[in-house]
């Protein structure tokens, strides 16, 4: 699978696809791409990692660095459709504490509408 970044808008959040792999050479692409959504005004960040197949250390810095721009602006950013691969990662590298996953959009909206953010507790549902 090609790595690619797509985005749309719903309400007030940015939702961001992301497929294939993200590794050091995807990596620069990833942080251009979400640097762009951001300098365009998307603040409230739902990031589907559904369709992500690998995701080493380097990607996982360019999301630390995004979540930390966003929440710098008062935004926030959460993850859905995560599958048990990449949620390991998370888990071992007990970004867990910070990133809040979603099973699903609807989790993720309600989310946020309870919150009026989408900085609730991070959990790992």
Do not use: W
């Not at 992500?52 to 710098?72: E, N």
């Not at 998370?90 to 953010?117: E, M, N, R």
């Amino acid at each position: 699978m090609e790595f690619a970044v797509e985005h749309r808008v719903v309400q007030d959040l940015t939702v961001v696809k992301i497929s294939g792999e993200i590794d050091v050479f995807t990596s620069p692409r990833l942080r251009e791409s979400l640097l762009d959504i951001i300098d365009n005004g998307g603040l409230h960040l739902v990031v589907d990692l559904g369709e992500v197949t690998f995701l080493d250390s380097t990607g996982l810095g360019v999301l630390v660095g995004i979540y930390h721009r966003l929440r710098a602006r008062d935004g926030s950013m959460c993850f859905m459709g995560v599958n048990e691969r990449v949620r390991r990662v998370f888990h071992v590298t007990q970004l867990t504490k910070i990133f809040v996953l979603h099973k699903t959009f609807g989790d993720a909206l309600a989310a946020h509408q309870a919150s009026g953010s989408s900085r609730g507790t991070p959990s790992s549902t």
